[in-house]
């Protein structure tokens, strides 16, 4: 590697440390304000103008807490668990561009390195859980992981149509197949399903279980204080960050809006509308039962995802233009 080439790869990491702190601080803001006006109890604002400054000032709570470790915690575990969520989530976004081509790594396979960098996240989560030595944390960790699990199977069936359309596993080409027509119109079942795995990858509403406050406290980062639960926090809603980048770059064009020109600015909008709505889900929807929430993915979410499958098949035989 040149030195012209490790400059620009470094200036790319610290861009993207940047867009994940960035990230964590708006949209902490922005979940507090949009579920409180869906609610109807926006409430008081001390902390700047609409309450901007505090996020900030819980980064600086935060930052004071004492680091506490539970006695009979594996110390070691206990410290590398939260890196074990936070730098899979770091390393795909390497390969989300913003453009044709910008990004840190824009591969042939960026789709299915997202997917695995997606797969390390549970083990992330189980060493958390099981590190704390407290049973309520072990179980929510063991729900994120079966839940993850269950769930990738169906996201990757419905991402596999858009392979068969596009012809291609890189991302930049994916996006420059919706010039026009996006996946969501074409393939509105893949989008669904889609869109419904990536909530229960997030371990968003109405799949949170592994954080059930009313059941597990907090789940499995009830043991953690200070910037090791700061971490916990980051992968949350960082996950969120990769799952809707990666719906937008998949069904909803990229940086292609119709007829105006491309642009990064619509990939920016559209995963912050996205995160809106997912942020709506939360306001307005309970949480599933867990049988339930195993049971919509093994029953219906996988067989749907198979059929969809078959029917971009018949559709891309019949008229190849599709």
Request: glycine share 8%; proline share 6%; net charge neutral.
């Amino acid at each position: 590697m040149s030195g012209h080439q490790f400059l620009v790869a470094l200036v790319w990491v610290l861009a993207l440390l940047v867009v994940m702190a960035l990230n964590i601080i708006f949209m902490d803001w922005y979940e507090r304000k949009l579920i409180g006006h869906i609610h109807l109890r926006p409430g008081p604002m001390h902390t700047g103008w609409h309450g901007l400054l505090q996020p900030f000032a819980d980064m600086l709570k935060m930052l004071g807490k004492e680091d506490i470790v539970p006695t009979g915690a594996d110390k070691l575990f206990f410290w590398i668990g939260p890196m074990v969520v936070v730098v899979p989530l770091f390393l795909a976004l390497t390969v989300l561009p913003v453009a044709p081509g910008a990004a840190l790594a824009d591969i042939n396979h960026g789709l299915f390195f997202v997917f695995a960098m997606q797969t390390i996240v549970p083990f992330g989560i189980t060493l958390i859980g099981w590190a704390g030595h407290n049973k309520w944390s072990l179980v929510g960790s063991l729900r994120a992981a079966a839940q993850l699990i269950t769930y990738e199977i169906p996201m990757l069936i419905a991402a596999l149509g858009v392979v068969m359309l596009a012809g291609s596993t890189r991302l930049t080409d994916i996006v420059q197949h919706q010039t026009v027509w996006w996946y969501a119109l074409k393939l509105p079942i893949g989008f669904a399903i889609f869109f419904v795995t990536g909530l229960a990858e997030m371990n968003r509403t109405p799949f949170d279980l592994p954080e059930a406050e009313s059941e597990l406290v907090a789940g499995y980062h009830t043991e953690y204080s200070g910037m090791k639960f700061g971490f916990a926090m980051m992968s949350e809603y960082n996950s969120m960050l990769v799952g809707s980048w990666l719906l937008v770059l998949l069904f909803l064009g990229g940086w292609n809006l119709w007829p105006l020109p491309p642009s990064p600015l619509w990939v920016v909008l559209k995963v912050y509308l996205v995160q809106s709505f997912i942020v709506w889900i939360r306001g307005t929807y309970p949480r599933m039962r867990l049988d339930d929430m195993m049971e919509m993915s093994w029953k219906y979410l996988i067989p749907a995802g198979l059929a969809n499958l078959l029917l971009v098949g018949v559709l891309g035989t019949v008229f190849p233009k599709f």
